[in-house]
């Protein structure tokens, strides 16, 4: 089982709609979580972290966190094209103190105009 | 120069050759990560360095060899690489780890090719 897990997707959806991605963890020790969104030929770039179960919005984003059913989600609301991008999720693992975050292979998203 | 850079950003070598690529963060922060992206594959951690001293390496080839002279530079030494290493290298940065949440930003990474 891989320690952290998305579907690669693509998926797809129409501009103004919200896009749902989706992660699952495997070590019940992980405490915190990161959505970074990757461009094509770019690198990855921070969009969000949570630690705390529940939501935590910033702006047309917001991160899920559901500690008992080892989940993360990526909401984004009114899609937009320039959204359409490599979402990957990362876990600090367990009480690791040396900063080892575990990824997940991303899922990509399209947004359709 | 803001951020983690990186250079070269892209790079052809035969297996014989030996370069290095290097990183530079301009954010003040003193752990700094080699990570190594391959086609459909997610992104590998390969080296920790926290506070200039090595706190991690993942079951590297030792054919890949990390320097840290100093809290804002890291270097990665490349020497008889394979086919297969082939992939993009990426720098990324953090304050030490402490806590629970770990922030890290990445550079822009080196393509690097081996024929």
């Known amino acids: 089982q891989k320690e952290v897990e998305q579907n690669s997707g693509p998926l797809s959806v129409p501009e103004g709609a919200i896009a749902s991605l989706n992660c699952t963890y495997s070590?019940?020790?992980?405490?915190?979580f990161f959505w970074y969104r990757q461009y094509s030929g770019k690198s990855p770039e921070l969009i969000m972290f949570i630690y705390s179960n529940g939501d935590k919005e910033d702006g047309r984003f917001t991160a899920q966190l559901n500690k008992a059913s080892q989940y993360v989600s990526l909401l984004i609301r009114d899609s937009q094209p320039s959204d359409s991008a490599t979402y990957l999720c990362?876990?600090?693992?367990?009480?690791?103190?040396?900063?080892?975050?575990?990824f997940g292979q991303g899922t990509t998203l399209q947004v359709k105009p | 120069e803001t951020g983690v850079t990186q250079t070269p950003r892209h790079l052809v070598m035969g297996m014989t050759n030996k370069k290095s690529l290097k990183c530079e963060q301009h954010?003040?922060?003193?752990?700094m990560y080699w990570y190594k992206q391959s086609a459909k594959k997610p992104l590998e951690l390969m080296f920790v360095y926290s506070l200039e001293e090595r706190v991690e390496n993942n079951s590297v080839p030792s054919r890949f060899s990390p320097e840290c002279p100093n809290s804002s530079h890291l270097f990665l030494h490349l020497h008889t690489l394979q086919p297969e290493d082939s992939a993009l290298y990426l720098c990324?940065?953090?304050?030490?780890?402490?806590?629970?949440?770990?922030?890290?930003?990445f550079g822009p990474g080196t393509r690097l090719t081996v024929l």
């Open positions: 954010l003040g922060h003193n752990a």
């Open positions: 070590d019940r020790g992980s405490q915190s």
């Open positions: 990324a940065s953090s304050q030490a780890p402490a806590g629970t949440y770990n922030e890290q930003f």
């Open positions: 990362a876990s600090v693992r367990g009480s690791s103190n040396t900063g080892k975050l575990i």
